[in-house]
């Protein structure tokens, strides 16, 4: 059974403004809130439809799903309901590959480059302060539990990026080929906007542009932030 005032508390839990009042955020599905609950994040109360395997006994309820409806943003909700305490913003870390991003506004685009931070070992992500919140739903929803195992840290990038020694590697159009580009292991990777591109405030900042050559149709304007993401990840772990 959920009461009047769970039920005001979790669905105003998908805006972001009620989220960092109250310090929490909302997982669906069980292969995600598992993954969740296996990592030093807190539960602080899990709703189910049915019996799964995992979940702590004494911060879990049993629902019906008339109920998980009313909490859920899914069209079609899952069985599993989590509603977890937000992790203590911990400081940038400062070594190894840092990924950036500039204005990534598409939900689904930033849950998938949580993830592909966890797949290629970049445990640093910086976001600046017009990136969609990771903490919303949706993007929770596409990490698949990555969310746990990567820094994310929202900051004023063009002031982080001013204050860097580090080599800065912005993903533009016009390029050098990644192809062709000796890439540093300490660095950061700055990838920009889905209609925009990298802001001409961060470029500015850049010390080295890559592209990503286009071997097909010419009528292909340019991949989705998430793909080219994951291939210049590919690239930086190659070299």
């Known amino acids: 059974m959920v009461s009047k005032n769970e039920l005001k508390l979790i669905t105003s839990l998908h805006q972001k403004k009620y989220r960092n009042k109250h310090q929490l955020f909302i997982a669906e599905g069980a292969k995600g809130v598992l993954e969740l609950l ?8 899990i709703f189910k439809t049915r019996d799964i395997d995992g979940l702590p006994l004494d911060k879990t309820v049993q629902i019906s799903a008339g109920e998980m409806k009313k909490l859920s943003s899914l069209k079609t909700p899952s069985e599993v309901l989590a509603v977890f305490h937000m992790p203590e913003e911990k400081n940038e870390k400062g070594e190894g590959l840092i990924l950036a991003l ?16 966890d797949w290629f070992g970049v445990s640093q992500l910086l976001c600046s ?3 969609v919140d990771c903490y919303n739903p949706k993007v929770v929803q596409a990490t698949m539990g990555s969310l746990a195992r990567v820094q994310i ?5 063009e002031n982080y990026l001013g204050s860097t020694d580090k080599p800065i590697y912005g993903a533009i159009m ?3 080929n990644v192809y ?14 889905e209609s925009n591109g990298i802001s001409s405030s961060i470029l500015k900042k850049v010390t080295n542009t890559l592209s990503i050559p286009r071997f097909g149709s010419r009528q292909t304007e340019s991949l989705n932030v998430a793909t080219a993401t ?4 590919s690239e930086f772990r190659r070299s």
């Open 38 to 45: 296996d990592s030093e994040l807190q539960p602080y109360k």
């Open 102 to 117: 500039d204005d990534v506004r598409d939900p689904g685009n930033l849950g998938t480059i949580i993830r592909l931070c």
């Open 129 to 131: 302060e017009n990136t």
């Open 153 to 157: 840290n929202y900051v004023d990038l």
């Open 174 to 176: 016009e390029g050098g």
């Open 180 to 193: 062709d580009s000796t890439l540093a292991k300490d660095a950061i990777l700055v990838m920009g906007n």
């Open 230 to 233: 994951a291939i210049l990840l």
